[in-house]
């Protein structure tokens, strides 16, 4: 009883930490090439940090399309999943190209949390 008990108290401490080594392993692999988690560091994408919560295009030091900054978007979970399952099906004419989506809800939702960690 004993082994279980500790068994399941490592798993229980250890899951967290596993989930978000596989957020950010999910976001270096899908997104890092163009996004960073670091505030002010933009890149061919904008920066990441702070996401959640924030209106589309609203960043001052960099030059979004004008399909997000006339989005309307406040990104929330909801809204990044489906943003990054199909940025064109949320934000047509998005300047995101050749990032076609990511069809893994799985992935999506580990990079979320990543990114609401975060980072």
């Known amino acids: 009883m004993r082994t279980i008990v500790l068994g399941m108290m490592i798993a229980y401490v250890a899951t967290p930490h596993a989930l978000g080594q596989d957020g950010q392993m999910a976001f270096n692999n899908s997104c890092r090439t163009c996004h960073t988690t670091k505030e ?43 943003f990054i399952a199909d940025p064109d099906a949320v934000v047509h004419g998005n300047t995101m190209k050749p990032y076609a989506g990511i069809t893994d809800a799985a992935q999506r939702t580990s990079i979320i949390e990543f990114l609401k960690s975060g980072g």
């Open 40 to 82: 002010g560091d933009n890149r061919q994408g904008p920066h990441l940090a702070g996401i959640v919560g924030r209106k589309a295009g609203s960043l001052p030091d960099f030059n979004y399309s004008s399909s997000m900054k006339q989005s309307g978007i406040t990104w929330d979970e909801a809204t990044l999943d489906r």
